[in-house]
């Protein structure tokens, strides 16, 4: 079993920064690619970030691209979301997902349905 532990969320205003880490863990965790998704209250699920383990090529929506940045440390099984220049429509809780798939189109991992596994999520409020 593969549990994935979000944290750094909070509240910032708008113009500030967070950094989110996701941490992995497991019987053999060794996930071929991660991903960040966002959710914001009344809306759906959406994509953010992805980034593939073994080479740690990137994608990102549009909306976050040059504000945020995904990285990974393969020693600490753990993700990041480095945030800048947020805005109050960031506001959401940020959830990160692993996939077990070793082979995939970036537009496929912009799917919620790609990845098998989910953390709990973690608020991220920012004020106006």
């Known amino acids: 079993q593969v549990q994935l532990v979000e944290s750094g969320g909070g509240l910032v205003q708008a113009g500030g920064s967070l950094r989110l880490s996701c941490a992995g863990s497991?019987?053999?965790?060794?996930?071929?690619?991660m991903g960040w998704f966002r959710q914001a209250p009344g809306k759906e699920r959406e994509f953010v970030a992805n980034?593939?383990?073994?080479?740690?090529?990137?994608d990102y929506a549009e909306s976050v691209k040059g504000r945020f940045t995904i990285s990974r440390d393969n020693a600490k099984n753990t993700v990041y979301l480095q945030m800048n220049s947020l805005k109050p429509e960031d506001t959401a809780v940020y959830y990160c997902?692993?996939?077990?798939?070793?082979?995939?189109?970036?537009?496929?991992?912009?799917?919620?349905?790609?990845?098998?596994?989910w953390g709990q999520g973690t608020q991220v409020t920012v004020s106006s």
């Open positions: 997902a692993a996939t077990n798939r070793p082979y995939y189109t970036n537009y496929v991992a912009r799917t919620s349905g790609f990845y098998d596994y």
């Open positions: 497991g019987r053999t965790f060794s996930s071929p690619g």
């Open positions: 980034i593939r383990w073994g080479t740690g090529s990137t």
